[in-house]
């Protein structure tokens, strides 16, 4: 039972233009929320994060939003650069991110072209 | 450098086989956690550790063990490997808000 879901496993996107990823979820518990980027021969690394008490979250280029009710989550990378090309996973926990569970999803690549 | 090490980078090694692989942080993060990455199937949680002496289950945690006796340390053990145990695998460490990630070990099993 995929608690995570990715549903678009790549995306391919101009440089400059948006990149918008998406993920749900189906645990009404789940109250913290993270994207990670991935690139080759790398373990993830953390990108943004957003608390299910917000629904939006912004971080330079990267904003994050959730629609609770919808148990969806978004990540917007504006302009895109060639540079971004990665796997990206979302990922949600329980308990206000205080616990060691983190539920992943099964990422989306994405390739932006120069 | 705040770091998460893993090891061995790669390990190719026979079915049943006793195997450990190591995982060392130096962030003094109280949790703990080994993931597993396969086609199709993103990250899968194996087992986790909210500190010495506390580990729980993830997702997938059938045929491994793992062990949090000192802070820094949380080693994975495969006690008799078997080929579906073929993936490659992430430790991570975190202080509570999402996890930091080593370099990944990918492990082949024949």
């Known amino acids: 039972d995929q608690q995570v879901k990715q549903n678009s496993p790549s995306l391919s996107v101009q440089e400059g233009r948006i990149s918008i990823l998406n993920c749900d979820y189906t645990?009404?518990?789940?109250?913290?929320f993270l994207w990670y980027k991935k690139y080759p021969a790398e373990g993830p690394t953390f990108l943004i994060s957003?608390?299910?008490?917000?629904d939006k979250n912004e971080d330079g280029r990267f904003t994050v939003f959730l629609n609770k009710s919808a148990k969806h989550l978004s990540l917007h990378i504006v302009p895109s650069q060639p540079g971004d090309s990665a796997v990206y996973f979302c990922?949600?926990?329980?308990?206000?991110?205080?616990?060691?569970?983190?539920?992943f999803g099964q990422g989306t690549t994405l390739q932006v072209k120069p | 450098e705040a770091q998460v090490t893993q090891n061995p980078r790669y390990l190719i090694t026979v079915t049943g086989k006793k195997l450990t692989v190591t995982c060392s942080q130096n962030?003094?993060?109280?949790?703990m956690s080994w993931y597993r990455q396969d086609p199709g199937l993103g990250l899968r949680q194996i087992y986790y550790?909210?500190?010495?002496?506390?580990?729980d289950k993830g997702d997938v945690p059938e045929g491994y063990k793992v062990s949090r006796k000192e802070k820094r340390n949380f080693p994975l053990i495969l006690e008799s490997p078997s080929p579906n145990q073929t993936s490659l695998y992430f430790c991570?460490?975190?202080?509570?808000?999402?996890?930091?990630f080593g370099s990944g070990t990918r492990l082949t099993v024949v």
């Open positions: 991570a460490s975190s202080s509570g808000n999402g996890y930091t």
């Open positions: 645990n009404s518990m789940f109250d913290y």
């Open positions: 957003i608390s299910s008490i917000k």
């Open positions: 990922a949600a926990s329980a308990v206000s991110g205080n616990t060691g569970k983190l539920i």
């Open positions: 962030m003094n993060h109280e949790y």
């Open positions: 550790s909210m500190n010495v002496e506390v580990t």
